[in-house]
Structures are given as structure tokens and as C-alpha cells.
């Protein structure tokens, strides 16, 4: 499958996609099992939502008062400015609403919001959620959202996969907390890297090795797929829908977890020749570059403890970094843009774009060392 399914869907435009609760709760859960107070008194804001049908709006209005919450704020798009247009049709809960409005409902965002007890239950769920029409559509960079972000303590949603690099720097800009949905290849964009490398956000809980699998709201497009493809890692039926598996789906976050800490168990250069499970590396060794003063790496479990110099690593190295373990130099681009010099071969007369072995160029590399132990 690879990244397939994410390059169409970009492509068209498409990718609305929605968040299953478990994957979600799975999540959310590792931020409170290192820290149970991370939300406490918190405002959380999830943009780019569509309230009615959010994973991410139930789950937190159920867990209100476990998480004890300040406030929680949703607020969707409006069905007209979507570049995905669906056959709209607004929920009963909408349609049965005093203030439902005909007009509104096509090109108001909605805003979601929770901080009491509404019904008088005793408790503050999602059956106490108010909700009215926005000002506007609902996009993210529009001042009416711009100053909920300003009275939010953390921002929570999984944003449209094309926009991330511009909804990354509208949370960093305004320096909020986060915790968002994306592609792992957002890894490649320089404002993404630079943050990850200055050690200013992170990889969340979920591994990029494993698919999510997400709802999205073109039903023909989840047709064809399914049409198209046996059941299994492009999609699979869950709850009788058809959902999306995206490979490299991951979270990026600057809320800490306890993963993030957990050095990579590895073994020494020697025993990597000897024991390791790749051909590439057992009884071969490791490649010198031709173009770089540093050696390949091509899988992270292959990192050779006991190496003092610089490595080549896939990009899915993030997955497994522990900053108290390594130190990221930088990456195929930083070298380009003519940072790291140090790290290129004297003698290359090629291209200074990627990594090349044997002429061959290979995929982009992140340049780690090893951090020296305590």
C-alpha cells in the first residue's frame, strides 16, 4: 500500500479523513499514564472537526471530568468551502435543533463547546455540549478561529493531511501545546524537521510501522477502493463502513510520553555483523557513502551501539529516537542547503542532493550520532 491511498487523496483534494475513538484513547492515554495531570484546568480546542461525527469530540466530552478539564471547544468547516464536495446532508440533531438554520448549515462552520453541567445529571458528558453556527466557515487561519486558538491551552485534531505544514505553523506560531494526526512524510518538510531537530516536537505513541485506519466522508471514493481491492491493508470494513489504512499515518506532538525515553536496545558493530537478522548487514558490514563522511544505516534496529561516527538513517528512525540517546545532525537537506559541509566527501564531483553508494542514489537520510553516555 505504501502511501498510495494518501498521495490520491491529496492529490483530489480528498483527505477528510476521521479518527477511530481507539486510536484516539490509545493516544491520549500515553500523555496521562507519564504525566495524569497533563489536562488538568486545560482548554483543549479541536479544529478542523466535524463535531457530529468526531471520535475526537466524544472522547473528550466523555472524559470531561476524568481528565478534569476546564473547557473543550470543536468547531467543523463549512460544507461549502470544503474542497471535497459530498451530497451534504445535515444530522437530525442538527435538523431538530431550534436554531437550525437551511443557509448556515451549508456555509457557517459550527462551534461545539463544554464546561458545565447542562442536563443537571450531576456530571459533565457529552450530553451537555452547546453548540451554535460560526461566524464564518470554520477555517483554521480565519481570525474567529485564530482567537479561539488564543484561548486554548492545547490543540487536539487530526487536520487536513495537504494543509498540515500550514496548521503546524499556526499552533507553533501561537506556542501552544498539541497533539495532531498526519503523514509521516510531513518528516521531509524543512519547517517540520527543523522543530524535531531543535527537539521542539515529537512522534507521538503509535508506530508509523503499523496502518490507521480512517473514515472518510467521499463514500465513492471509499467505494472504488473497496471495489477495487481485496479487504486488508488498503482497507477494511469496520462497524459495517468502509475505512481507509493509511501506512505511514503518525501523531506529532510536544506533549511528553514515556516512549520517547525508552533508549533502543541495539547491539555492537561486531555482533551486527555476526547476529544481525539483514542480509544487507550480516557478514557484509556497513556501507561508506561516496558523497558523505558517514556510514548507511538502512534499517534502525541495525544502528551499531559502540559506532562513535556519523550514521545515515531511514526517516522512520524518529519513530524509535530517544533525544537522550542521540544527537540529530541533520538531514539530506540541511547538507544541500549548504549546512553540515563537514560531512561531505572532498572528492565528490556529483550532485550534493542525496545520499549515494556504489553511484546508486539512495532514499533521504537523517544524520545521527550517538550521544556520549553518562
Known amino acids: 500500500m505504501a502511501n498510495e491511498n494518501l498521495s490520491k487523496a491529496k492529490n483530489a483534494k480528498n483527505d477528510e479523513f476521521y479518527t477511530q475513538y481507539h486510536d484516539i484513547e490509545k493516544e491520549i492515554n500515553a500523555y496521562l499514564e507519564y504525566n495524569p495531570n497533563v489536562f488538568q484546568g486545560k482548554t483543549i480546542l479541536l479544529p478542523c472537526d466535524d463535531p457530529e461525527w468526531s471520535n475526537f469530540t466524544k472522547f473528550f466530552a466523555q472524559n470531561f471530568e476524568r481528565f478534569k478539564l476546564k473547557k473543550l471547544v470543536s468547531t467543523s468547516y463549512a460544507p461549502e468551502s470544503k ?54 466557515d470554520g477555517d483554521f487561519r480565519s481570525e ?147 558523497n558523505y563522511n558517514a556510514i548507511e544505516i538502512p534499517f534502525t534496529d541495525a544502528i551499531p551501539s559502540d559506532y562513535d561516527g556519523v550514521m545515515g538513517v531511514p526517516i522512520s528512525f524518529l519513530d524509535k529516537y530517544t533525544p537522550e540517546q542521540f544527537e540529530i545532525l541533520g538531514s539530506d537537506t540541511d547538507i544541500k542547503e549548504g549546512r553540515l559541509a563537514f560531512l561531505i566527501n572532498p572528492n565528490w564531483q556529483g550532485k550534493v542532493d542525496r545520499g549515494y553508494i556504489n553511484g546508486n542514489r539512495i532514499y533521504s537520510r537523517i544524520f545521527i550520532k550517538h550521544k556520549p553516555s553518562n
Open 83 to 136: 474542497n471535497s464536495k459530498t451530497n451534504y446532508q445535515p444530522t437530525l440533531f442538527e435538523v431538530n435543533h431550534p436554531q437550525f438554520d437551511k443557509k448556515k448549515t451549508i456555509v457557517n462552520g459550527k462551534i461545539f463547546s463544554l464546561s458545565q453541567d447542562n442536563t443537571g445529571d450531576g456530571k459533565i458528558d457529552v450530553n451537555d455540549l452547546e453548540w451554535t453556527y460560526l461566524e464564518g
Open 144 to 290: 474567529e478561529i485564530k482567537k479561539l486558538r488564543d484561548e486554548s491551552d492545547i490543540i487536539i485534531t487530526n487536520p487536513p493531511f495537504s494543509l498540515f505544514r500550514d496548521f503546524l505553523t499556526w499552533i507553533v506560531e501561537a506556542n501552544k501545546q498539541f497533539v495532531v494526526v498526519s503523514s509521516m512524510n510531513a518528516i521531509t518538510y524543512k519547517e517540520v524537521f527543523n522543530l524535531i531537530k531543535k527537539n521542539k516536537i515529537w512522534m507521538g505513541l503509535k508506530s508509523t510501522s503499523k496502518a490507521m485506519y480512517f473514515k472518510t466522508s467521499d463514500k465513492e471514493y471509499a467505494k472504488r477502493v473497496s471495489s477495487e481491492r481485496p479487504e486488508g491493508s488498503w482497507w477494511r470494513n469496520i462497524d459495517g463502513e468502509v475505512h481507509i489504512g493509511i501506512n505511514n499515518s503518525c501523531w506529532f506532538t510536544n506533549i511528553d510520553h514515556g516512549k520517547r525515553h525508552q533508549p533502543l536496545p541495539l547491539m555492537t558493530y561486531n555482533d551486527n555483523l555476526k547476529f544481525s537478522k539483514h542480509k544487507e548487514i550480516k557478514n557484509v558490514g556497513y556501507l561508506k557513502y561516496d
